[in-house]
């Protein structure tokens, strides 16, 4: 057992860390739940949460899915996935029968227009036998083309209703796949639920490192007077995986790196990193900040597009098939798997500040990262030679892995001389917090128990971020790439992702 003090000794900031206050119990339907995001992703985060006693007491969760199952077949299932994926372990059986207890299982088909009657009546018994008191939340876990339907449903079901108890929403991700398809959605969802009651998830917002942007910026004197035009250069956004397609192939081919990151978490990022104070972290008034971002961030139109952005797909390299020998992709697949923009700002702040930004899959590693580029110092005090490779300061906001915020600083070697080095001050959330944050869904559910928004998107922020998008990928639509495949799996993208830098004499900074 380790004792306070070693607890200090071993990650000195946990000491004395708050808890939050467990939410009212309820029931989680999740629509889908026998697909993967339920069994790598939201069954594990729960599970850890259960375990950190950040559950309420009779908690429920209510699996939704097509195929026969019986209850306990279903909590079978879902042990081996924690097992898999979970922070702790459910080899406990004490633990996990305790946490199993509250799991269950309802087969109905999608398109079953009526299936949503008898569901009403499960969630009945379930709130007698569990005390959840007609509290729910219902989780979209499935393919897109089945959001409106199941909302239709649920609404004929009453079960949009807060009569007795709240009932909330939880969206996935994609949200449209552009600006008109995104639109619709959000008009058919509102004509069931609320907004106060719509969840749109960005699992990106749940992630420690993201939330600390806001700590960093807004709980900080020393950052703000220089977090503005006057003192950055440039701001990069790299989001960089080292893995193709995988299984998503199917998806992914339809989708591209445009509509799957740079739309939703990219954009979340720079409206994060480039907005103004909130007057409060109430829900409403950070999503007004966000907003007003996505709307400051020029349109790019027509021939813009082929100055502003860049599109990549890989070959083959490194041992590792091209995109197009990936499974269920076309052979002759016009599909970007990278993404590069250079955005503009048109706000007080960020005035001739460009934000570059870049995704791509199979890149040389897995790495996200903001990185604010300050200016040069106005007057070199230090020779040339002496100061040679030396760069103005960078602070790098690691959202994953290794979690941390980093500020490069130039320093003096030490001994008689006046040469100078680059040198790196850390903050490692592992080493300082001990351990590695939890996920994000971790956060993100237990927010939608809470009732707090801050960390989902706005129906106004979805559509703002599709408004910026669609123009690129109707451009690109109707202009076919002659290069692809253009970069090498294995390698940072295509090299007209650094001409987009080298015009305005700059460079990326790879993480
Ligand atoms: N997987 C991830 O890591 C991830 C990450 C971010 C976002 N998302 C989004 O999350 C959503 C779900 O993804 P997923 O990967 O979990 O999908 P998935 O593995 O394909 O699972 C689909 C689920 O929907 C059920 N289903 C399909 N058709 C049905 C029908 N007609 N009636 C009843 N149930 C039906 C399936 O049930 P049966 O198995 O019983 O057929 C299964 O439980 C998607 O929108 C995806 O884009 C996923």
């Known amino acids: 057992m380790i004792t306070d003090h070693e607890t200090e000794a071993l990650a000195p900031l946990r000491v004395g860390m708050t808890t939050q206050p467990i939410p009212p119990p309820s029931i989680l339907v999740i629509f889908g739940a026998?697909?993967?995001?339920?069994?790598?992703?939201l069954l594990p985060a729960l599970f850890d949460l259960f375990c950190d006693g950040k559950l309420p007491e009779g908690f429920t969760v209510l699996g939704y899915a097509r195929r026969q199952k019986s209850d306990d077949e279903?909590?079978?299932?879902?042990?081996?996935?924690?097992?898999?994926?979970?922070?702790?372990?459910?080899?406990?059986?004490?633990?996990?029968n305790k946490f199993a207890a509250g799991l269950y299982y309802h087969q109905a088909e999608f398109t079953d227009p009526s299936s949503c009657h008898p569901l009403a009546d499960r969630l009945r018994q379930l709130d007698a036998a569990r005390g959840t008191q007609g509290n729910r939340l219902f989780y979209l876990a499935t393919a897109p083309e089945f959001y409106a339907s199941l909302v239709t449903q649920l609404g004929d079901a009453?079960?949009?209703?807060?009569?007795?108890?709240?009932?909330?929403?939880?969206?996935?991700?994609?949200?449209?796949?552009?600006?008109?398809?995104?639109?619709?959605?959000?008009?058919?969802?509102?004509?069931?639920?609320?907004?106060?009651q719509i969840y749109?998830?960005?699992?990106?917002?749940?992630?420690?490192?993201?939330?600390?942007?806001?700590?960093?910026?807004?709980?900080?004197?020393?950052?703000?007077?220089?977090?503005?035009?006057?003192?950055?250069?440039?701001?990069?956004?790299?989001?960089?995986?080292?893995?193709?397609?995988?299984?998503?192939g199917g998806y992914y081919d339809s989708a591209g790196a445009l509509r799957d990151m740079m739309q939703s978490h990219l954009l979340q990022l720079v409206s994060l990193t480039a907005m103004e104070p909130p007057v409060s972290f109430d829900a409403t008034s950070v999503h007004d900040e966000k907003i007003k971002v996505l709307r400051a961030i020029c349109e790019m139109k027509g021939m813009d597009i082929d100055q502003m952005a860049v599109r990549?797909?890989?070959?083959?390299?490194?041992?590792?098939?091209?995109?197009?020998?990936?499974?269920?992709?076309?052979?002759?697949?016009?599909?970007?798997?990278?993404?590069?923009?250079?955005?503009?700002?048109?706000?007080?702040?960020?005035?001739?500040?460009?934000?570059?930004?870049?995704?791509?899959?199979?890149?040389?590693?897995?790495a996200t990262e903001i990185r604010i580029m300050f200016k040069p110092v106005p007057h070199p005090l230090f020779a040339q030679e002496v100061a040679r490779g030396i760069e103005p300061n960078v602070l790098a906001i690691r959202i994953q892995p290794d979690e941390g915020i980093h500020l490069k600083v130039a320093a003096k070697e030490p001994g008689q001389t006046n040469q100078l080095r680059d040198v790196r001050m850390d903050f490692y959330y592992k080493t300082a917090?001990?351990?590695?944050?939890?996920?994000?869904?971790?956060?993100?559910?237990?927010?939608?128990?809470?009732?707090?928004?801050?960390?989902?998107?706005?129906?106004d922020e979805v559509e703002a971020a599709w408004s910026?998008?669609?123009?690129?990928?109707?451009?690109?639509?109707?202009?076919?790439?002659?290069?692809?495949?253009?970069?090498?799996?294995?390698?940072?993208?295509?090299?007209?992702?650094?001409?987009?830098?080298?015009?305005?004499?700059?460079?990326?900074h790879n993480p």
Not at 34 to 41: C, E, P, V
Not at 221 to 229: A, K, Q, Y
Not at 324 to 333: G, H, I, L, Q
């Open 34 to 41: 026998t697909g993967d995001l339920t069994h790598r992703k």
């Open 74 to 96: 279903f909590r079978a299932d879902l042990r081996d996935s924690v097992r898999l994926f979970a922070r702790h372990n459910p080899g406990d059986n004490e633990r996990w």
């Open 158 to 196: 009453r079960l949009n209703s807060q009569d007795h108890g709240w009932a909330r929403i939880i969206i996935e991700k994609p949200f449209g796949v552009d600006l008109m398809s995104a639109h619709k959605l959000n008009r058919h969802i509102l004509s069931v639920f609320d907004e106060s």
């Open 200 to 248: 749109r998830i960005d699992h990106y917002l749940g992630k420690e490192t993201v939330q600390n942007i806001f700590a960093f910026r807004f709980a900080n004197t020393i950052l703000e007077p220089i977090w503005n035009r006057n003192y950055v250069d440039h701001v990069q956004v790299t989001a960089a995986e080292s893995v193709g397609v995988e299984e998503r």
């Open 312 to 366: 990549g797909q890989y070959g083959a390299g490194q041992n590792l098939a091209a995109y197009r020998d990936e499974p269920r992709v076309a052979r002759s697949s016009t599909t970007e798997t990278f993404a590069a923009l250079k955005l503009r700002i048109d706000n007080w702040r960020w005035a001739g500040v460009p934000f570059y930004l870049r995704t791509g899959k199979r890149m040389p590693r897995r």
């Open 433 to 459: 917090f001990g351990g590695a944050p939890g996920e994000a869904y971790e956060t993100l559910l237990i927010d939608t128990m809470r009732g707090d928004s801050t960390l989902f998107n706005r129906k």
């Open 468 to 508: 910026l998008i669609t123009p690129i990928l109707e451009y690109w639509q109707n202009t076919a790439p002659t290069d692809f495949p253009n970069y090498a799996a294995g390698t940072w993208g295509p090299s007209a992702a650094n001409d987009l830098l080298a015009r305005d004499r700059r460079q990326w």
